[in-house]
């Protein structure tokens, strides 16, 4: 087979002298994507993926699988406003979530269904806050093309509109005061007052008065010095305080401000945290008498949970409640203080190499009083009590054959069992998928785990392997359930989600390895696991295929830039790819505390080093390529895979394609669940054909 035929891309000479440093960007005209030019282009490579996609035989076996393994639904845990228990679901024939609310265990209905609101399935439920009371609820949706999202307020027994819409609330925080008549929220300030080509954030904290129009609400926190920052709210109970975590983007420290709220409209901040002296995160909650409960990673890599008074400025004051499990990083907590039970319970969630652990402690002194027995080996996450107060926790389980479900902890008891009310979450299994976790050694020795998903029969040899990964902004992977993954499993393949420096699955430590100038640490890590798994006999070369999403996509590119040979195809999914200008696409301005800025010097050296963009070599016989990826990208921008494949297109000498995926009216790595189910096969399709799997 000789080399494909591809688009024919202007090479333009186009170089940028950066510090002293020629930076070649020879395809910079696929920036402008509407441009007539670059659209037709880009509707060539549509026609190629489709051609080629059309002669995938096994295409149709790929999407059976993935529909037959994603009809378990989803359901999150419920939030317990007394009577009234508020949660998503999305059952088998949904193409989004919907919102629904159950009264007194025995009363369901649907309060929000995006597909009714728009059938087109582009508007998705994004996140709700029920008041304190239940009778009112905050609704934020999203449209996907669109760069931010209405919200509005529901009377929750007849489900009509009460306020707005409240405008510009992307990616907001919501906190509301007692009463339900008011609550604190982050909006961006209105395109009229910014520069026509100003990306920056530009959010502010406002207090909303139902009933009255957005545009008297008053900002109570938030200017001009902090164009970037990411706010996170949290009222007391008795709604005499907040407090707000301030972060520059997805920075890995942040500040805590306190203020009492004689006056809610315009409260007296005072920063009780400094990020930038602990350069730590912080995660106030406040105790009953308004005192604070500090989850941090402040002189505790893996985490530890505090107390202070919310009047302590001197993180030495602090007083540890939980101390840090240096090999067991804390992932969350919550209080429980039924009047019933002996005294109040703070629950304590743990992962040791990816399993969860849960365990109860007395909230007065932090001693351990036991543990919470969980379905199985496995991960617990996104723990949810009620409120005011009560004796239950809510949380989801999962692990590599078991698909998420919701669970309930009576403390009181101590019995755990399915949450019933949750319709959608029904503890099942998708068949036998053997979990294996391994350590292997990267280059400079450091252990890294490794988990495998394989078939249940004793391997008999080499076998196709897809090898996941990710690597940025302290995210940690676990071993979780995954539709993709059982059905390339239950085709006979290993499914393999290598943790590398970067993500957060050891702490904050981990982390710090891996980001800034040490991003080609986590890029060796992947490298290193595939070699393994290569030496071990797992997979050969030309059985393995990578894959990663948004973060990841920089990873599996750049690690192939690097190790083409090690690679059968390499599956980028919204990708990060020029790193030398990633600032001036979507969201990348904020994200400079995690890769770095090419307006430092030093810095772009360390992006140069690895920039995937910038490390195409001509004559190289590159892996098979898939590059997926929302034409309306608001978060990484559509140019990182558009410039990457002409890129690679260009240089490749290989006879095996290098193929973009374009999909229309989407977001970033997300879908209604029609288009999500879609790439899924794809990417498995593609995979199998050029590492020999059958489906």
Known sequence: MGRPLYPQAQRDDATENLFGFLVPDPYRWLEAGADPRVRAWAAQQDELFTAHRGAWREAGRWRSMVEELSTFGVSDPPLVRGSLMFFAEQLRDDEQRRLVVVEDAVDRHVLVDPVELDPSGRTRLHTWWPSREGERVAVQLEVAERPASDLVVLDVRTGKVVDGPLPRACNTSLAWLPGGDAFYYVSRVPDEELAPDDQRLHRRVRLHRIGFPPEADPVVFGGTEAPDCYYGLTTSADGRHIAITASEGPAPHNDVWIAELTEPAAPRFVKAVDGLATRARSLARFLPGGDLLLVTDYQAPCGRICTASRHDTDPSAWRTLVPEDPRAPLDDCVVLDDP?????????????????????????????????????????????????????????YCDAATPTTVYRYHAATGRVAPEATCAASRPGSSGAIRSHTVRYPAGDGTEITLFLFMPSEELDGPRPVLLYGYGSFGMALRPVFSPMAAAWVHAGGIHAVACVRGGGEEGQDWHDAGRGPHKRRAIGDFNDAASWLVRTGYTTPGQLASYGISGGGLLVTAAAMQRPDLYAAVIADGPLCDMVRYERFGLGGTWT????????????????????????????AYPAFLLAGAVTDLLTGEAHVTKMCAALQHATSSDRPVLMRREPDSAHAGSCATKERALAADILAFAAKYTGLCA
């Open 593 to 620: 505390e995690e890769f770095g800025s090419s307006a430092q010097p030093e810095q772009l050296q360390w992006l140069l080093t690895y920039s995937p963009y910038h490390h195409v070599t001509p004559g190289t």
């Open 340 to 396: 019933e039970l002996p005294g109040p319970l703070l629950l304590v969630a743990r992962a040791r190499h990816g399993v969860s652990t849960l365990t109860a402690h007395d909230l007065a002194d932090g001693r351990q009083l036991g543990t919470v027995p969980l379905p199985g080996v496995g991960v617990a996450s996104s723990l949810q009590a009620e409120l005011p107060r009560g004796g239950h926790l809510w949380f989801s």
